[in-house]
């Protein structure tokens, strides 16, 4: 069987760990793809090297051209500037709207079949842009952030539990970001629901509202630390996860930022809920019922991701 093909946008912080985890899980050649000239080739040399010590067989390839991306069957997308300290993932909005609309063409023309991940944010838009930008249909372009959102949610969990992460799901919906949306009830240790672990005195709903609220600044947490730049070990294992179950046809269940038309009464927009994704894409959506205060905080978190894409339109009205 001949090897897939992964393209990576933007060889930063993120594209670099991608590549290190498709190459560690061969899941297939990789080919990093940049507008700056050395950083791709240079990251792909030193990957490979790795490859003999690590035991993987992936060929590793760094370019500056869009041509070299043909035949991708996933392209993940990282292309961008990521969030300074004090800057909010919306302050991006107008610099990475013009990088979606080149990538967005680039991929259109040359990988017009892959399945495309976008991690660039504020994400709710931009992978509404890049899929505008492209042309590629809805089914075939998501945005990671549930994934990512859900990890911080189940990590700060397991730590307040003290039990294996590997025993902790966690449900969220809504935009990435401070307006996300927890579902605590659909939020479980080894199937029990945390409201039963807060009557069985595992917890309070104090803590459990505490780590809803670090979880919602989990990317605003860290950049605050690192000072100079963003997260980039867990969004970057965020999308190998969306990536590995499209080329593996997994059908795993995964809360996605999917295109919705009329799921959830919102039509046109990304928003992150939960999707299945297999070897066709986005392949089901679901929709779960939702209390009175859950559809609030989603009709929230909904209206936030609609200004965004309306200050896109603002800013581009070809995007209109
Ligand atoms: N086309 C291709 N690559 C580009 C473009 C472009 N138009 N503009 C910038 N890049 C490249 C940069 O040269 C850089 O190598 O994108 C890369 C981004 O890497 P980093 O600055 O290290 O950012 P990273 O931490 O990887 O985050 C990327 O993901 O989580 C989001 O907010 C984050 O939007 C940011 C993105």
New binding site residues.
Partial sequence: MPRKKIAL???????GTLAHLAGLKELGDVLM????EG?PQGKSLDLAESSPVEGFDAKMTGVNDYKDIAGADVVIV??????KPGMSRDD?LGI?LK?ME??GKGIGAHAPDAFVIC???PLDAMVWALQKASGLPANKVVGMAGVLDSARFRYFLASEFDVSVEDVTAFVLGGHGDDMVPLVRYSTVAGIPLPDLVKMGWTTHEKIDAIVERTRKGGGEIVNLLKT??A?YA?ASSAIAMAESYLRDKKRVLPCAAYLDGEYDVKGMYVGVPVVIGDKGVERILEIEMTKDERDMFAKSVESVKSLVEACKGINPAFA
Avoid: C, E, M, Y
């Avoid at 946008?9 to 594209?15: E, K, S």
């Avoid at 990282?78 to 969030?83: I, L």
């Fill in positions: 946008i933007g060889a930063g912080q993120i594209g793809f940049d507008i700056l950083t990282t292309a961008g500037v990521p969030r991006l990475n990088v080149s990538v991690i660039t944010n730049g963003s980039f969004p």
